[in-house]
């Protein structure tokens, strides 16, 4: 097993992970309005970190759980640890808004601007509109002996008063809840002219309507974050679905794991709050205002092309560019000639994937559709087609995974609507989340029935699509829609020792598989063949990858990962991982595909697919890989690794256990941006 000084810990690298991002919106040559897209994600993915990663740690840390985890850290040390990060952070993300982008976005005529820097016009306008629009809206919750203190709502933004009776001059406190239905940040002004008051800065400007007759003493605004974490035992669950739903509404009230609150805030109304809502200090985070960046994307949409990324369009992927969109013939006879590669955001989603499905929908030589759905969006057009087709008499097959985390609301609406309609809904393997990206068509054929898939790397969502690089493939390859095959049949019966051609299928063959193959190149390498390890993955954590790749280095075998978010492995180890390299990439789209390369002897073996290298995709979810045997493919899965690989793009070199972003050349010049490359590499094949 692999020391625990020669492992990273999984919360602490990705807060590193987290740090990247924010590199990205500290970034002055990245435009102005994406680098406040960036400060935007940073809050959301901290929110999350909360609700999820450190309300596991502190349920541990309650239970007096005191087991060191495999990076050496009891779940008390840890939490101090992360801590003392966490505030460094939120201190950088502070300084980088006030003392960098609130100043550039003033140079270009956008200001978020307080109440006491309105002048009159505005403040009649806005108070206008408080009038109109916010105050009917406003529920004031007062606390005193026949007012229990409120419940407060999870990633809610609230502001604290202390009112005083102005006969008797007590004092009481009272919460008001910024309403999240309204716009976060406020035009003052009707003139097209950009200036923005956070919504809570108005609302404190006029709480005076809120409490009449009574002394604002003074106000704060203050968030809390609850523990968000599902807890479903199936075993005990008869309906899942009915379970999931009731989860859900208990999950609104888990217990509190920070506290955000505005810098200078009272002391004493600070231990109250903390009291109330039972928070220690560890999980009190002071800042400067405005509280919960999340709402940045407010700003970061306004129309200022100038101050953005240059447009992009994705385009028809090369093998569909003839094909009818009228007639579904047309599109499955392009799959006949071969399997198609796909790449998003560059090739487009909707003229592949949803348009193999909704062709699937509406061509009448189709019997059956089967599908797996882990996150999708909104108003999908993907779900939209399934629900024609089971109202066509089609067999349709719905996998859908309830339990994907935020998400699950979603996803039982998507289930409830697929079940009225005539589909087959079910959720998978019990105990078990399915997240393999899978489809499958059936179709009726002069010379008999031949069918039709899709598997990738990438949920079936349109709208992530957008901005998420994924992978796929289109194929009538009857050796892989026959694994697809035997994989629902898996999904939706009992098929448990089904054997595959061309996939490895966690929890079963997976590991064991990609393990083997680790080995097989430490192997060659001592036999004197042609030997090396590439993975691009979004984490790199289970420890028993950690140990294999470290052998593999240790006997000479070259090592390269491309990870974008966790990895829990360290480079430059004596005698232990002198042989690895790994980068990061964080841009304009967010790495999200999965490729694993092996040299195999000079043979050269590709694999993409759904599965990260952590515990829960390898033991856990059912997870595919597909094998890549085109040879065209294996040089574009190649191409890409090659150029996030290369010193001329931007990217982030980890050294020991430390991310150090690189973007000047050794001339000192700027380095390239790996989407643009791809951007333009892409118009050229077109």
């Not at 003052?188 to 709480?207: C, K, S, V």
């Not at 379970?243 to 004493?268: H, T």
Request: hydrophobic share 40%; with cysteine.
């Amino acid at each position: 097993m692999v020391h625990s000084e020669h492992l990273t810990d999984r919360e602490l690298s990705w807060l590193s992970f987290n740090q990247r991002v924010l590199e990205m919106a500290e970034d002055s040559e990245i435009p102005l309005l994406e680098r406040v897209r960036f400060l935007s994600i940073f809050a959301s993915n901290l929110d999350e970190f909360f609700m999820v990663r450190v309300a596991t740690l502190k349920t541990k840390i309650d239970a007096e759980i005191k087991i060191r985890n495999s990076a050496g850290f009891t779940p008390t040390e840890l939490m101090s640890e992360l801590s003392r990060q966490v505030r460094e952070l939120v201190d950088r993300q502070a300084s980088c808004l006030h003392k960098s982008i609130l100043p550039a976005l003033s140079e270009q005529g956008i200001s978020l601007v307080t109440w006491e820097e309105l002048d009159d016009v505005e403040r009649a306008y806005t108070s206008t509109l408080f009038n109109e629009r916010i105050f009917p809206v406003l529920t004031p919750l007062a606390v005193d002996p026949s007012h229990p203190f409120p419940y407060i709502s999870g990633l809610s933004l609230n502001l604290a008063v202390i009112v005083k009776n102005a006969v008797t001059g007590e004092e009481f406190f009272a919460r008001v809840k910024v309403p999240p239905v309204l716009p976060r940040f406020v035009e003052t002004n009707r003139n097209g002219i950009n200036r923005f008051i956070p919504l809570e800065d108005l609302i404190g400007a006029h709480l005076s309507s809120l409490f009449p007759g009574m002394v604002i003493e003074d106000h704060y605004t203050f968030r809390v974050t609850r523990n968000q974490d599902l807890e479903l035992d199936e075993d005990e669950s008869e309906d899942l679905l009915s379970s999931l739903e009731q989860e859900l509404l208990r999950r609104r009230f888990g217990p509190p794991v920070r506290l955000e609150i505005e810098s200078g805030i009272n002391p004493e109304l600070l231990q109250r709050l903390a009291s109330e809502l039972g928070i220690d200090p560890e999980g009190i985070i002071s800042l400067e205002r405005p509280l919960d960046l999340t709402g940045l994307t407010r700003i970061a949409n306004l129309n200022f092309p100038d101050l953005k990324y240059p447009p992009f369009r994705s385009h028809t992927a090369v093998g569909l560019e003839s094909v009818d969109p009228e007639t579904p013939d047309s599109f499955f006879a392009a799959v006949r000639q071969g399997e198609i590669f796909l790449h998003h955001p560059y090739d487009s989603f909707t003229n592949s994937v949803v348009q193999f499905l909704e062709n699937a929908a509406q061509d009448p030589t189709v019997l059956a559709i089967k599908q797996t759905l882990y996150r999708t969006s909104g108003d999908s057009p993907i779900v939209d087609a399934l629900i024609e087709a089971a109202e066509a008499g089609k067999q349709v097959l719905a996998v859908v995974e309830i339990r994907a985390r935020f998400d699950e609301q979603a996803n039982v609406r998507w289930a409830r609507k697929l079940e009225a309609a005539g589909a087959h809904v079910v959720y998978g393997l019990m105990g078990l989340k399915t997240h393999a990206k899978l489809s499958l068509v059936v179709r009726d054929e002069p010379d008999g029935l031949r069918r039709y898939c899709h598997i990738g790397t990438g949920n079936y969502n349109p709208k992530t699509a957008r901005f998420y690089e994924d992978i796929g493939l289109l194929s009538a390859d009857p050796v892989l829609t026959e694994d697809l095959t035997k994989l629902f049949n898996q999904l939706s019966g009992f098929a448990p020792q089904s054997e595959y051609s061309r996939l490895l299928v966690a929890p079963r063959t997976l590991r064991a598989g990609l393990l083997e193959k680790i080995d097989k190149e430490i192997s060659n390498h001592k036999a004197g063949l042609p030997s090396g390890i590439q993975f691009k993955l979004n984490s790199f954590l289970d420890e028993d990858f950690v140990d294999a790749l470290y052998r593999a280095s240790k006997h000479g075998v070259p090592v390269d990962l491309l990870i974008r978010g966790i990895c829990s492995l360290q480079t430059g180890l004596p005698e232990l991982s002198e042989n690895i390299r790994v980068r990061s990439i964080l841009g304009r789209f967010l790495e999200h595909s999965r490729i694993f390369h092996f040299s195999d002897a000079g043979r050269e073996e590709y694999w993409i697919g759904s599965a990260d290298i952590m515990h829960r995709n390898l033991d856990r979810r059912v997870e595919s890989l597909v094998r890549v045997d085109q040879p065209q493919h294996k040089k574009e899965l190649q191409r890409i690794i090659d150029l996030e690989l290369s010193d001329q793009v931007t990217s982030w070199h980890l050294e020991g256990s430390q991310w150090n972003r690189v973007t000047l050349s050794p001339n000192g010049e700027r380095l390239a941006d790996l989407h643009e490359i791809m951007i333009q590499h892409h118009r050229k094949v077109r």
